[in-house]
């Protein structure tokens, strides 16, 4: 009774109030808590799209077992609260959150495969740079750095999921922002990353990752992954040696 009640009165509110965008958010965030719920799956390895295992137990070999907690979607609520938030963004197109809820939903939905997340992103890269919105972040300000901030975040998610897809689109993106953004040092240490994870080059990798230091040296990832390759290289190279 208590999930008719609200879905009740979102829908007499939107209806009071047909141009409030706040509201149909509202019915996007009900729509995709209803609409989510979980299983626990077994996993052959300890990392899966970049999480924990939320147990591990032992075979009778002694060999390690892994379940994750995986988020499962009915396909109804889903898609109403994809369109909900897709209203919220038409009536305030200038208002970044809605869109952020959206790419964060499909994020989440899509998992492994993020087809439909990386083509959202994507869309919204193009216009921001072609539009120039006076974006707002929940009524406040939100700046050309901070676009830049948080598109970086989505790029840190694909990339600790660690597919094969997951780390294409985390590399198509990275690529579309650094033309827009040339001098900007993340761009180039994220083809870095996309060379040293993906494709094992550490060749490469190093010189996006001197690049990017050339450009910001203070860049964190860079300096942290090139500490990586060093210490890899010097562990293959006395690998060597004993053979």
């Known amino acids: 009774a208590g999930g008719v009640g609200v879905e009740y009165i979102l829908d007499k509110w939107a209806a009071a109030y047909p141009d409030d965008a706040g509201i149909y958010e509202r019915r996007f965030l009900y729509n995709f808590a209803k609409g989510r ?4 799956e077994e996993r052959p390895s300890r990392n899966y799209l970049g999480e924990e295992p939320v147990l591990v137990l032992n075979d ?10 995986v988020p499962v979607y009915d396909e109804e609520y889903f898609g109403q609260a994809i369109k909900d938030i ?3 963004i038409r009536l305030a197109p200038e208002e970044i959150e809605y869109r952020f809820d959206k790419i964060s939903a499909l994020m989440e939905y899509e998992g492994g495969s993020p087809d439909m997340t990386s083509a959202e992103l994507m869309s919204l890269i193009d216009y921001n740079f072609a539009a120039h919105p006076a974006w707002t ?12 901030h948080s598109i970086q975040e989505y790029c840190y998610s694909l990339f ?5 897809s997951s780390l294409e689109h985390f590399r198509s993106i990275s690529a579309r922002m650094s033309r827009h953004e ?5 761009w180039v240490a994220n083809e870095g990353a996309y060379l040293q994870k993906a494709e094992k080059n550490y060749k490469k990798a190093l010189k996006c990752y001197n690049k990017a230091l050339k450009m910001d040296p203070d860049n964190y990832a860079a300096k942290q992954n090139i500490s990586i390759i060093r210490r890899l290289q010097k562990l293959e190279s006395k690998s060597k040696n004993k053979q």
Do not use: H, I, L
């Open 60 to 69: 009778q070999d002694g060999n390690p077992v892994y379940y994750y907690e």
């Open 182 to 186: 040339p001098r900007n040092a993340d």
């Open 137 to 148: 972040y929940s009524g406040e300000p939100f700046s050309a750095e901070d676009f830049s």
């Open 86 to 88: 897709e209203v919220a």
């Open 160 to 164: 600790k999921m660690g597919t094969s």
């Open 37 to 40: 719920s979980s299983k626990v």
